[in-house]
């Protein structure tokens, strides 16, 4: 985690910049805490995450608060926190944010988040920066938008942004992205508005089954090399990557609780499933698995499924594996969107975490109690 972050620091160094961690991709406490004692600021994307970011020791004034449906109450939190920067992603929510930071006799520092419309040859789920995604605001109608906020006596426009998706493993859409939000840039500071800071979001991908996404430190040279070759050198470039900070740095131990051999498939069932790790039955993602204890053969093919009752609850598929009941497996890059989309599905509690420095591990979660679970209902009276 901390070698993927001085990638980052290291392509960005001598410029000016802030890299926000995009919480949502691991949002644990601990995980915060150290990215927060390592400069970080954070990108969040609801009133949950910046309590955490708060809890954590984060500091404020370096989160950026992106997502399409703010609602008034999360607003007025971010306020009161002092948050760093709205990303505002369409003209009513400018309207709303306007009309609640001059209620509390506060300018809310904004940016207006663009949909570049860049194809980011990613999974359709994780694309976020074309004209068919719900994200931002559409590149025809930002200079429009950036007029409006100006008139808003709440608002106080600091920079833009745009994010395009995720798993990115190519560099292209990063640099058609740069050039489209560069011309915006242009064209709004032709119109009388400072812009202080760029925002081009996360979505580096990371390793799953060799693929070779760009080295950050080579991206971000890229990045900064045409950003000062159009004279924006000053500009304060902001980053928010999420994935490419955690994804590798996580695994998931499960162990094998039956092998149900059979035909045509031979099932191994371990006692993760997709309520821990959601990714494959979500987007038929590939995660590697890696038998703890290394057994002679034989090599069998299995699909490793999980104990809840969806069909879709499958781990990995077509899996050539020596393992043996009560073996444990490490299912590898689960750091990024994996606990973080965990839900009770099955009334299954969720796993605890450790976090491992060298020799040293330290829980940082508690395996969740079937009390936990239920401490929010009620019997009928
Ligand atoms: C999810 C998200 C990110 C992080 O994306 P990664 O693919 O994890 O790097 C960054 N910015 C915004 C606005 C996001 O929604």
Known sequence: MLSALSA???GLAGHPSQICYAVKANPSLAVIQLMAQAGCGFDVVSGGEIARVLAAGGLASRIVFSGVGKTRSEMVDALCAGIGCFNVESVPELELLDQVAHNMGLRA???????????????????????????????????????????MPGLDIKGIACHIGSQITVIDPYLS?????????????????????????????????????????????????????????????????????????GVCLTEVLYLKPGDPKNFCIVNAA??????????????????????????????????????????????LLAVEQGDLLAVLSAGAYCMSMASNYNSRSRAAELMVDGPNAHLIRSREALSDQMRHERLLA
């Open 8 to 10: 980052y620091q290291r």
């Open 109 to 151: 520092p904004v940016s207006l988040r663009v949909n570049p419309d860049v194809d980011a040859k990613t999974h359709a789920y994780i694309a976020t920066g074309q004209k068919v995604n719900k994200f931002g605001i559409a590149h025809d109608d930002v200079l429009s938008a950036y007029q409006r906020a100006a008139a």
């Open 274 to 319: 997709m309520n821990d790790l959601p990714r494959p039955a979500m987007y038929q993602a590939f995660h590697q698995m890696v038998p703890v204890c290394v057994r002679p053969d034989p090599l069998v093919t299995w699909d490793v499924v999980g104990p809840v009752c969806e069909s879709g609850d499958w781990l990995g598929r077509d899996r």
């Open 177 to 249: 992205a740069i050039d489209r939000m560069m011309d915006l840039v242009l064209a709004i500071h032709a119109a009388g508005i400072r812009l202080s800071h760029l925002d081009l979001g996360g979505g580096l991908g990371i390793n799953y089954n060799g693929e070779t996404p760009p080295d950050a430190e080579q991206l971000l040279r890229q990045i900064l090399a045409r950003l000062d070759a159009r004279g924006f050198g000053d500009l304060t470039l902001m980053i928010e990557p999420g994935r490419s900070l955690v994804g590798n740095a």
